[in-house]
């Protein structure tokens, strides 16, 4: 075999030297001082990631085993799993059940509805529409104003002695409580989430229909594809990792919700999840922390299946499309 002399020395025909990538470096697969350069880099998030998130989080299991009132100079003692039990087999099970029941009520709601209400949204204003920049900003806004501005605003809404509400209602020659009202209340607090996390989920989806490439839908309208057929075909498989991600958020958000519910209603049992009954036994007029750290413990269990469960489901979905 002869070989080109311009490829030996390494040169061009030209006698310039040609220019070659260097290899990539691992910083961690380095000797020396220079292994230990990007360790000393994470170090300070490493320490507020254990300080704020680990330490709190092995607390909260240490004191789910334990009567901790939380009250500083009065004593505790290790109680086993008598904080679970007291959550599922005691007197008041029949309670926490119903806590629970609510709770996943409310995390099906807000995740089916705004989900499919965000998709909706994002799929009209993508398409070009006169002031669709305008309606996108007008939808996004709850999510800038913040819980304890949006609980004020629909509690003044919903006021039954002269809010709108109360107003409309009358037109038709009915009356109600609404907030008060144990019927409606977990309704009204279920449309005021999603009114306050639409524009949020709307702009993912945004995100993901800006990526496909609109010579897709050109070519599916030559074949004569109408619209639905593009959407299904097109819009719903494309966007599979935004959904994915929307739908994740919707769950784990929905589950351990508590402060819009408390704004509006305060510790009524008609609206009681369990991130709201965590929150009135730990810091509230009882102090039993360490019971409060045992229905965190259930909450965290509930939330890590259901959002498990979905997220193996949904990959499986993008497989498949």
Known sequence: MILDSA???GRTKTGARRRT??????????SGRGRAAPWFGMAPGLVLFGLFSLVPAVTVVLFSFTD????????????????YTRFFASGEASANLGVLWRTLVFAFCVTVVLNALALGTAVLLNNKIKGAAFFRAIIFMP????????????SLFFNPTGGPAASIWALFGQSSAFLGDPNLALGIVIFVQIWMSLGYS????????MAIPAELYEAATVDGANAFQRFRRITVPLIAPATTVNVLISIIGSLQTYQIIYVLTGSRPSTSVLAMQIFAL?????????YASAISMVQFVLTAIISLIALWFLRRQETQL
Do not use: C, D
């Open 282 to 290: 730990g810091f509230g007029g009882s102090s039993e922390q360490g």
């Open 68 to 83: 901790v009132s939380g009250i500083p100079g009065i004593g505790w003692n290790w109680v086993g799993f008598k904080n």
């Open 143 to 154: 999510v800038v104003l913040g819980v304890t501005v949006t609980g004020l605003i629909w």
């Open 21 to 30: 990538a260097a290899p990539l470096r691992n910083p961690f697969a380095a």
């Open 202 to 209: 709307m702009m993912i989806y945004h995100a993901g229909l």
């Open 7 to 9: 490829a030996v020395s």
